[in-house]
């Protein structure tokens, strides 16, 4: 596509539910980022793709989110058991390649109620 | 560890006054620096970077930054505020030995307000 799209745009979910937020990169990109933004602050890495390879899952904050991009293209953050604290702006980036510009997408804002 | 620090959360100029937004970083060894630029409703988009080249890096919309490793910052600037500039910015880094200039860490940034 022409730029990095993200669904749902807003979403509201329950305590406790599982959400999945959608990622679909700039077409032919090779690597896919997702952060997340709180209020107030600047975006915090999550983890990142290379093709559909997992290459570093460090930021994730625990074992309630997970992430997966199985055919190289499309991603999706997956948060289980929602918490208030899970409510932020989750963002996608992507690059062609290693060392070029990342592009954002609108981000999806999750609130947990 | 590398850190971002963007001194000062809301900045307040007046259409046409000299804009400085100040960024300083820490690294062991001189990262890539970025500075992103996020409108209302929006995804953030790159305004420039520095590499590697010239320490007085342009980039769109006639904001710069320079690079000065001595004082580990890359503060950006633009001569004459115009009302558009409006917006929140957001400064980065990236790690050099790895060339993954996706995976960043972002300063808290700064919303800069462009009065009449």
């Known amino acids: 596509g022409a730029g990095v799209s993200q669904s749902p745009r807003y979403k509201v979910t329950k305590r406790g539910q599982d959400v999945a937020l959608r990622c679909d990169p700039i077409?032919?990109?090779?690597?896919l980022y997702w952060y997340r933004q709180a209020l107030g602050q600047g975006p915090e890495f999550l983890t990142y793709?290379?093709?559909?390879?997992?290459?570093?899952k460090s930021g994730l904050p625990n074992d309630r989110f997970s992430a997966e991009r199985p055919e190289g293209s499309i991603s999706t953050l997956t948060i289980q058991r929602t918490e208030q604290r899970d409510s932020a702006m989750y963002r996608c980036?992507?690059?062609?390649?290693?060392?070029?510009?990342?592009?954002f997408g609108q981000g999806t804002r999750l609130t947990v109620v | 560890a590398q850190s971002v620090t963007q001194l000062g959360s809301h900045v307040s100029v007046s259409e046409g006054a000299l804009v400085l937004l100040r960024c300083n970083y820490s690294?062991?060894?001189?990262?890539?620096l970025f500075w992103y630029v996020q409108y209302p409703n929006q995804g953030l988009q790159l305004l420039l970077k520095?590499?590697?080249?010239?320490?007085l890096v342009k980039g769109i919309n006639g904001f710069e930054a320079e690079f000065k490793k001595s004082e580990t910052s890359f503060h950006l600037t633009k001569p004459s505020a115009h009302m558009s500039d409006a917006a929140e910015y957001f400064c980065?880094?990236?790690?050099?030995?790895?060339?993954?200039?996706?995976?960043?860490?972002f300063g808290q940034g700064t919303t800069l307000q462009v009065k009449p």
């Open positions: 690294s062991s060894v001189p990262p890539y």
């Open positions: 520095y590499t590697s080249a010239a320490t």
């Open positions: 980036a992507s690059t062609s390649n290693m060392n070029t510009e990342a592009f």
């Open positions: 077409s032919g990109h090779v690597s």
């Open positions: 793709f290379n093709y559909e390879a997992q290459q570093d």
């Open positions: 980065a880094v990236s790690d050099r030995s790895s060339g993954n200039t996706g995976k960043l860490i």
